[in-house]
């Protein structure tokens, strides 16, 4: 027992001695070659700095320029927590969580929908629904069933429109559709122009802006 006890002491004093070696060995090494490695290191840190640049004026531009200081200072400070997270969340590719953020937002501010900063970052929410490629992805489906089906209502669209079903994935959300998701892309589909929304009883009747048009030129 003594004498395996005595091996491993030993094998113990190599693999140390062995591991100082090679620390003097790469501390040589770096000391012999001390302006190749300050380069590399420059070389990182500006890709470090100029990343952070950018993802810095990235910001800025997500951000509206209509959005001064004064109306950041009047904001809610749980619906400039959501503001943050979404803008977040966009510069991460992260749409669909970004949107979430952004309808939270919107909620913490439903008491200040006659303010200017109300406004503002209404406003800033339908820009980012202009760039969300999940909200395009959504209307592309539903502008086709719509002028299949001119005057479908909105609280019925997801029975009868076949493609909802088939959609898949939204981003890397592995889940179905939800009628969230198809209320949202409505909902913006009209005030970004695609249709137009009329009120029918607790629901909306839904048309094409080319169905309206083409109407009109027929008489």
Request: one cysteine or more.
């Given at each position: 027992?003594?004498?395996?006890?005595?091996?491993?002491?030993?094998?113990?004093?190599?693999?140390?001695?062995?591991?100082?070696?090679?620390?003097?060995?790469?501390?040589?090494?770096?000391k012999e070659n001390s302006i190749i490695f300050i380069g590399i290191a420059v070389i990182i840190?500006?890709?470090?700095?100029?990343?952070?640049?950018?993802?810095?004026?990235?910001?800025?531009?997500?951000?509206?320029?209509?959005?001064?200081?004064?109306?950041?200072?009047?904001?809610?400070?749980?619906?400039?927590?959501?503001?943050?997270?979404?803008?977040?969340?966009?510069?991460?590719?992260?749409?669909?969580?970004?949107?979430?953020?952004?309808?939270?937002?919107?909620?913490?501010?439903?008491?200040?929908?006659?303010?200017?900063?109300?406004?503002?970052?209404?406003?800033?929410?339908?820009?980012?629904?202009?760039?969300?490629?999940?909200?395009?992805?959504?209307?592309?489906?539903?502008?086709?069933?719509?002028?299949?089906?001119?005057?479908?209502?909105?609280?019925?669209?997801?029975?009868?429109?076949?493609?909802?079903?088939?959609?898949?994935?939204?981003?890397?959300?592995?889940?179905?559709?939800?009628?969230?998701?198809?209320?949202?892309?409505?909902?913006?589909?009209?005030?970004?122009?695609?249709?137009?929304?009329?009120?029918?009883?607790?629901?909306?009747?839904?048309?094409?802006?080319?169905?309206?048009?083409?109407?009109?030129?027929?008489?």
């Open positions: 027992m003594r004498v395996r006890g005595k091996k491993r002491f030993q094998l113990l004093g190599y693999a140390f001695i062995a591991i100082v070696a090679v620390i003097i060995a790469v501390f040589d090494f770096i840190i500006g890709i470090i700095i100029f990343l952070f640049i950018r993802k810095s004026k990235k910001r800025a531009e997500l951000l509206d320029s209509e959005i001064s200081p004064e109306i950041i200072n009047k904001l809610p400070t749980e619906a400039l927590h959501h503001l943050n997270n979404a803008i977040n969340k966009e510069l991460a590719g992260d749409f669909l969580g970004a949107r979430m953020h952004y309808t939270q937002c919107m909620e913490c501010m439903r008491d200040l929908k006659e303010t200017d900063e109300y406004k503002v970052i209404d406003k800033q929410y339908e820009e980012f629904v202009s760039r969300d490629p999940v909200f395009h992805k959504l209307a592309e489906g539903l502008i086709k069933g719509i002028k299949q089906n001119p005057g479908i209502l909105q609280s019925e669209i997801t029975k009868r429109l076949d493609p909802l079903e088939t959609w898949g994935q939204i981003q890397y959300y592995n889940r179905k559709i939800s009628k969230d998701d198809v209320y949202y892309a409505l909902y913006f589909m009209d005030r970004l122009g695609y249709i137009t929304r009329t009120k029918k009883g607790r629901s909306y009747e839904l048309y094409s802006k080319e169905a309206e048009i083409s109407e009109g030129d027929s008489e």
